[in-house]
C-alpha cells in the first residue's frame, strides 16, 4: 500500500535521515517537503535532490514573517524558477503565534500568492485564527490553477463548499485525532468532498498522542514529542475509518488526489 504526504518537514533535524528512510519501507510515497523561511529552502532543495519522492515546497512562514531578510521575495522566484516540480509554501497567516503583525503577514500572503498565480504552482497554506482574513483574500484575489492545500484543516464546517469551489484540498492529521477536535473529524466524515482530501503529518511536529504513535522518534531538546514520518499510516488508517473506507481505499483515494495537486496528473 502507497501513501503519499501532503505536508511534512524533512530538513528539520529532528526527523533523520533513517526515519525517513523507514517510512519509505513501510509505504511512504512521495512527501512534500515545505520550507519555512530562507535559511531551510537550501536543505528542502537538498532533500529533493537526494531523492525525487522529496517534492519541495519553497515559502514564508507567517512565523518567520518577522525576520525574514531584504529580497526574499526575489529569492523565492529565483528558487522556485530553479525548481519547476517545486509548491509554494508553507506560507498564511496567523492570529496565534505571539507578537504578531498581521499587515506584514498579509503583505507576504499575497506576494507568494501572486507568485504562485504567475508560476503556476499549487500552494500550501497555513491558518490559525485567521479565518476571516484568509477568506477575504481568497475571495477577491486569483488562486493558482491547480488550486491550494489548507494544511491540517481547523477551520469551520459552513466554509467547506466555497473553498472546495475556491480550488482548496484539505489535509487529515494527528490533530484530527483529538478529542477535542471531533468536529474537524466529522467534516472529514461527511463535508468535505473524497477528490478533496489528503492525508499528512507536519513531521517531526503535531506528534500523535501515544495510543495513536506507532513509530517514535526521541523528544527535541525542550522535551516535546516528535512525530515520525511514518506514522503517516497511522493518520491513513484513523482517515479511512472516519470516512468508512478501507485503507486500501484510502490510499488510492488520497494518492490520487495528491498527484492532481501537487504532480498536476
Known sequence: MLVHDAHCHYQFAEVPAAAVD????????????NGSAPVDWPDVAALAARDARNLPAFGLHPWDVPTAPVGWEALLRET?????????????????????????????????????VEL???????????????????????????????????GPVELVPELAGLGAYFSFSAHHLRPTKADLRAQFAAAIPADR???????????????????????????????????????LEELARTRGLSPETAAELTCANFARLFLGQ
Open 80 to 116: 522556485l524558477v530553479a525548481h519547476p516540480q517545486a509548491s509554494v509554501g508553507e506560507m498564511g497567516l496567523d492570529r496565534w503565534v505571539e507578537g504578531h503583525d498581521p499587515v506584514a503577514q498579509e503583505t507576504a500572503f499575497r506576494a507568494q500568492l501572486a507568485l504562485a
Open 197 to 235: 482530501v489528503l492525508v499528512e503529518t507536519d513531521a517531526p511536529a503535531l506528534c500523535p498522542a501515544p495510543e495513536h504513535r506507532r513509530y517514535e522518534l526521541p523528544p527535541d531538546a525542550a522535551g516535546v514529542a516528535q512525530n515520525h514520518p511514518a506514522n503517516l499510516l497511522v493518520n
Open 22 to 33: 523507514l517510512a519509505r519501507r513501510e509505504g511512504v510515497g512521495y512527501a512534500v517537503v
Open 120 to 154: 503556476e504552482r499549487p500552494l500550501t497554506i497555513h491558518c490559525v485564527r485567521a479565518i476571516g482574513p484568509l477568506m477575504d483574500i481568497l475571495r477577491a484575489t486569483p488562486v493558482p490553477r491547480r488550486g491550494f492545500l489548507l494544511h491540517s484543516w481547523n
